[in-house]
């Protein structure tokens, strides 16, 4: 506990999952630790933040904010996030919604090892024309390429 007060990012997200799934659980407790660690940057902490919102763990359900937060995630090269932003995307849900950008982070969330991307993925490709399909390839190399700085 000393460690996480002390803006220990790994503390405070171990923490957060001990509130999670022991038997003291409190969402939202779960919710305020992984919060602080997500606002340091900590990847882990922001897909949780993300999942959070996403499904109202801890706090109230809200998609544009799991959204943002599975983005700042995804930039870092999380495949959880960047499958959750691609299904986001697909049924814009928080976000307009974009088959092109759903494609494009659900390539990469598959070239990354998430395991029901190339399965999500492939359903999605099969409803774009081709000249989609390239686009998202273009645009998911890029990303890659440029270590996400160049991810749009």
Same mark, same amino acid.
């Given at each position: 506990?000393?460690?996480?007060?002390? !803006?220990?990012?790994?503390?405070?997200?171990?923490?957060?999952?001990?509130?999670?799934?022991? /038997?003291?659980?409190?969402?939202?407790?779960?919710?305020?630790?992984?919060?602080?660690?997500?606002?340091?940057?900590?990847?882990?902490?922001?897909?949780?933040?993300?999942?959070?919102?996403?499904?109202?763990? /801890?706090?109230?359900? !809200?998609?544009?904010? %799991? %959204?943002?937060?599975?983005?700042?995630?995804?930039?870092?090269?999380?495949?959880?996030?960047?499958?959750?932003?691609?299904?986001?995307?697909?049924?814009?849900?928080?976000?307009?919604?974009?088959?092109?950008?759903?494609?494009?982070?659900?390539?990469? %969330?598959?070239?990354?090892?998430?395991?029901?991307?190339?399965?999500?993925?492939?359903?999605?490709?099969?409803?774009?024309?081709?000249?989609?399909?390239?686009?998202?390839?273009?645009?998911? !190399?890029?990303?890659?390429?440029?270590?996400?700085?160049?991810?749009?």
């Amino acid at each position: 506990m000393l460690a996480a007060k002390q !803006d220990d990012v790994i503390a405070q997200t171990n923490l957060g999952f001990l509130y999670l799934q022991s /038997g003291i659980k409190d969402e939202q407790l779960a919710f305020k630790w992984f919060y602080k660690a997500a606002e340091q940057g900590y990847v882990t902490a922001q897909h949780n933040i993300g999942v959070a919102f996403d499904q109202g763990i /801890g706090t109230a359900p !809200d998609a544009e904010k %799991a %959204a943002e937060w599975y983005r700042e995630a995804a930039l870092q090269g999380n495949s959880a996030s960047q499958f959750n932003l691609g299904v986001m995307y697909f049924n814009g849900q928080g976000l307009k919604e974009n088959k092109e950008k759903s494609l494009k982070w659900l390539i990469l %969330a598959d070239r990354n090892g998430f395991a029901n991307a190339r399965e999500v993925r492939q359903s999605i490709a099969a409803q774009l024309q081709k000249s989609a399909l390239d686009k998202a390839e273009k645009a998911a !190399d890029a990303c890659l390429e440029s270590g996400y700085r160049q991810c749009v």
